[in-house]
């Protein structure tokens, strides 16, 4: 088992750039979500499915998009990347949605100049 | 309203002592989890333990224990025999069961000197 893998580890995008954060996991697990972290905030949840064909919006998911067209894939969009952007992305998965652990990948620190 | 407070931002214990980081929680839900996650230098995030809302005994795994005051709102967590290797940020979390959402803390910074 791979666990929970993210791709890129390290990503620098221009104002006003697209670009996709990958997120997978062979645990077969149903729920997955991302997270923020910026320095003294904790991890926020931007987006996050409870299964394949359902998303459903965290507390700040303003200029990120998401889709779940399969159990192992959760891929993050960011539509025009802006400086405020600028964070680790970290995504997790579980395997259910009362599950007691959510197991997380080893984040993408994203730079937006 | 702040679901999760940690009112330490940083905190020192000396090797082989017992270290308490202080988590309190905001809710109306009945059924919640309440977690810790450890957060090395490195930047993975490690699950130390779970405790569940209505969970009688306070969740433990190895040297970490979770001290569960349901009326009060909190959830500390408890390390014993502090270690080296235990200095990290330290995330408490709380998932909610109407909201589906697990919200965090802004940390802990904790530090173990030999």
């Known amino acids: 088992n791979a666990g929970v893998t993210q791709t890129p580890k390290f990503q620098v995008l221009k104002t006003g750039q697209s670009m996709t954060l990958q997120c997978a996991q062979d645990?077969?697990?149903?729920?997955m979500s991302w997270y923020r972290q910026d320095p003294g905030m904790g991890l926020r949840l931007i987006h996050y499915s409870v299964g394949a064909g359902i998303t459903d919006q965290g507390e700040v998911p303003n200029g990120y998009n998401v889709s779940r067209s399969t159990t192992e894939d959760f891929p993050l969009r960011l539509l025009s990347a802006a400086p405020s952007q600028t964070s680790v992305y970290f995504c997790?998965?579980?395997?259910?949605?009362?599950?007691?652990?959510?197991?997380f990948g080893p984040g993408t620190r994203l730079t937006v100049t | 309203a702040q679901k999760i407070t940690q009112t330490q931002p940083g905190m020192f214990v000396q090797e082989k002592e017992a270290v308490t980081l202080d988590c309190t929680y905001d809710t109306s839900d009945q059924s919640y989890g309440l977690f810790w996650y450890k957060q090395p230098s490195s930047g993975e995030m490690i699950f130390l333990i779970y405790q569940g809302s209505y969970d009688e005994q306070n969740a433990t795994e190895g040297r970490y224990s979770l001290n569960f005051q349901k009326a009060r709102k909190s959830a500390n967590l408890v390390i014993s025999a502090s270690q080296l290797g235990d200095s990290a940020m330290y995330f408490c979390?709380?998932?909610?069961?109407?909201?589906?959402?697990?919200?965090f803390g802004a940390g802990t910074i904790l530090r173990v000197k030999s």
């Open positions: 997790a998965s579980s395997f259910a949605t009362g599950s007691h652990e959510q197991y």
């Open positions: 979390a709380m998932r909610e069961e109407i909201v589906n959402k697990l919200v």
């Open positions: 645990m077969n697990h149903e729920y």
